[in-house]
T-cell receptor, first 114, second 115 residues
């Protein structure tokens, strides 16, 4: 079946602009995670959804970052007033129910802030 | 206490060699330790994972060794092939219904296997 998909695959924006990144999880997966991968670094956890609620937002780096999820489907990560330090690959992962299940990652969105 | 430290940062081996990647953690609440493999332009994919009730797990050419007392675990790739050239990440999390399962990742190891 289809894996996790993300769009766009690449996004170039100017400093100060807002961006929206989209994640379509595997159908039926209730858990959804967003991670950020800076160049040459490991992945940093941003936010966790169970269904459409976000019980763990502890990784969001500032109030410029927000995310929402529609039911057990698509999620959108929004970054307002982008800064150059926001440049990274943003990865989405989904799992069947949560912590006991394998996380399957999408290919990521490469964000470049000029 | 949430960190996972991974070494080496990069590794070059000849085909057939046995690269070893090491990770160390501090949080004793971690009880799930996966390794992910990532090819350029792709998202990470689960390679193999271990729980702390066993000291070793083997899947094909990939083996995890786990030392609970030292809070360390490592990945061994037997008979490495050029197709194994990728970036490898260790990670740790806490499972259970009251936990989110968020993964804490190491910094990654770029492996090159020369033909």
């Amino acid at each position: 079946g289809a894996g996790v998909s993300q769009s766009p695959s690449n996004k170039v924006t100017e400093k100060g602009k807002d961006v929206e990144l989209r994640c379509d999880p595997i159908s039926g997966h209730t858990a959804l995670y967003w991670y950020r991968q800076r160049l040459g670094q490991g992945l940093e956890f941003l936010i966790y959804f169970q269904g459409n609620s976000a019980p763990d937002k502890s990784g969001l780096p500032s109030d410029r970052f927000s995310a929402e999820r529609t039911g057990e489907s698509v999620s959108t990560l929004t970054i307002q007033r982008t800064q150059q330090e926001d440049s990274a690959v943003y990865l989405c992962a989904s799992s069947l129910f949560g912590s006991t299940d394998t996380q399957y990652f999408g290919p990521g969105t490469r964000l470049t802030v000029l | 206490q949430q960190q996972v430290k991974q070494s080496p940062q990069s590794l070059i081996v000849q085909k057939g060699g046995i690269p070893i990647i090491n990770c160390a953690y501090e949080n004793t609440a971690f009880d799930y330790f996966p390794w992910y493999q990532q090819f350029p332009g792709k998202g990470p994919a689960l390679l193999i994972a271990i729980r702390p009730d066993v000291s070793e797990k083997k899947e094909g050419r990939f083996t995890i060794s786990f030392n609970k007392s030292a809070k360390q675990f490592s990945l061994h790739i037997m008979d490495s092939q050029p197709g194994d050239s990728a970036t490898y990440f260790c990670a740790a999390s806490t499972v259970g219904s009251s936990n989110t399962g968020k993964l804490i990742f190491g910094q990654g190891t770029t492996l090159q296997v020369k033909p």
